[in-house]
């Protein structure tokens, strides 16, 4: 069975571009999650998809990102304009729909975005 | 806020030697705990979670950590360490701010383990 996949696995952009950021969660796995490591500090939650609802997107830093998730299958993480700040590792990771809380989350390798 | 301190950012330790990482969360309600180990150019895998019951969880490595309700913490140990447990480790708890909890994880800072020969 596939685990999640995140695709690129690094990317480099100026200041100003748009990057996207793509995730295949486990097939059936109706829970998705974006994740961002800032180098030097934790792994913060970014937003959580239900199928292809966003359950929670309160950790969104701003605007400037747009998560979609047609189809309830991959996901897709938009910056545009991306910022210096917007330098990190972005991690996808899924689970099932059932008791979410206590549910195994998967976790892709993360794309190491670096914005210069 | 929920929030989870790992009071250890590197631990250095030899070969065979004991280990200990700590973990500690602010909380007031019930959370589920987990350990996850991020190998060098590899994902985050879960190492162990503890959601109820006995407050001493094992992973299939060797590795355990205990429940202390009293002291909010999650502490991770390894009686003897591998070469190949070098990896980074994070703690983390499942946020309880929802009534159906959601699965949102909330991380610490990460503790780089380095076993040295």
């Known amino acids: 069975e596939a685990g999640v996949t995140q695709f690129p696995s690094h990317s480099v952009i100026e200041k100003g571009q748009t990057v996207t950021l793509r995730c295949d969660p486990i097939?059936?796995?109706?829970?998705l999650y974006w994740y961002r490591r800032v180098m030097g500090k934790e792994i913060k939650f970014l937003l959580h998809f239900v199928k292809e609802s966003k359950q929670d997107e309160s950790g969104m830093p701003n605007n400037r990102f747009l998560a979609e998730r047609t189809g309830g299958t991959y996901s897709t993480l938009k910056v545009q304009p991306a910022e210096l700040e917007d330098s990190g590792v972005y991690f996808c990771?899924?689970?099932?729909?059932?008791?979410?809380?206590?549910?195994?989350?998967?976790f892709g390798q993360g794309t190491r975005l670096t914005v210069v | 806020a929920q929030s989870v301190t790992q009071l250890d950012s590197q631990v250095p330790v030899f070969e065979e030697a004991p280990v200990e990482l700590r973990c500690n969360y602010s909380?007031?309600?019930?959370?589920?705990l987990f350990w996850y180990v991020q190998y060098p150019n590899q994902g985050l895998q879960l190492l162990l979670k503890y959601l109820s019951g006995s407050t001493l969880v094992e992973s299939i490595n060797g590795f355990e950590a205990e429940f202390n309700k009293s002291q909010t913490s999650f502490h991770l140990r390894k009686p003897s360490v591998h070469i190949s447990d070098t990896a980074e480790y994070f703690c983390a708890v499942s946020d309880p701010g929802r009534s159906s909890n959601t699965g949102k994880l909330i991380f610490g800072q990460g503790t780089t383990l380095q076993v040295k020969p």
């Open positions: 097939s059936g796995h109706d829970n």
């Open positions: 909380s007031s309600v019930s959370v589920y």
């Open positions: 990771a899924s689970s099932h729909a059932q008791g979410a809380g206590n549910t195994e989350a998967f």
